[in-house]
């Protein structure tokens, strides 16, 4: 079976930020199926790992959740080590029959470091401490670079405007905005 290039999800905005000390990641609520909107509300980023790491994730509801139960086991079995945690998930994603099948992307965080992580075996460390995923990412990421280069906004404020924006933008997003900050 050929893996194809990595999918925009039509799903989602999440947008991640490491800046001043804070890590701070950000998403909307609404979760679609084809054209019609199944909830507004969806909580689609985690603390994980006694409160010290991020995650969010855009795809497939179930198949993110699982994702997510899988990371958060390779974080607990490293101690915390988000590096270490995340070559491990990514080599079970990329090898794992069931794991291999499942589309989603995510962001892991923790105050320090930033990785963006795909059923591709990618494990991508932004250069800017800045990463957004889903079909409003591009959105969000180019918002959030100018008010980061721009603006005086804390990093809870730039990821809070930068999905205002992507919403604005992409229909797959709304503004039931969920974030959370370390």
Same mark, same amino acid.
């Given at each position: ?12 905005? #999440?947008?991640?930020? +490491? !800046? ?6 950000? $998403? ?14 969806? /909580? /689609? +980023? @985690? !603390? ?23 990371? =958060?086991?390779?974080?607990? &079995? ?5 590096? @270490? ?5 990514? !080599? ?10 499942l589309e989603?992307?995510?962001? #892991?965080m923790n /105050? ?22 889903? $079909?409003?990412? *591009?959105?969000?990421?180019a918002a ?10 804390? *990093?809870?404020? +730039?990821?809070?405007? &930068?999905?205002?924006?992507? $919403? ?11 974030? =959370?900050?370390?």
């Amino acid at each position: 079976m050929e893996r194809s290039a990595i999918k925009i999800l039509h799903s989602t905005t #999440v947008v991640g930020l +490491i !800046k001043d000390g804070k890590a701070v990641i950000g $998403s909307d609520g609404q979760v679609t199926f084809g054209n019609a909107v199944l909830k507004h509300t969806a /909580k /689609k +980023i @985690r !603390k994980l790992y006694n409160g010290t790491v991020l995650a969010g994730f855009a795809g497939g509801t179930a198949d993110a959740f699982a994702l997510l139960q899988r990371f =958060e086991e390779k974080l607990e &079995s490293s101690r915390g080590q988000l590096n @270490r945690s995340v070559i491990e998930f990514a !080599k079970d994603w990329r090898t794992d029959r069931y794991l291999r099948r499942l589309e989603a992307m995510m962001i #892991v965080m923790n /105050k320090e470091k930033m990785f963006v992580l795909t059923g591709n075996g990618d494990v991508v460390e932004p250069d800017d401490n800045l990463a957004a995923i889903g $079909s409003g990412g *591009p959105y969000a990421l180019a918002a959030a670079r100018a008010l980061v280069q721009h603006s005086k906004l804390d *990093p809870r404020n +730039i990821v809070e405007v &930068s999905l205002k924006i992507a $919403s604005q933008i992409c229909i797959y997003t709304n503004t039931e905005f969920t974030i =959370e900050e370390l």
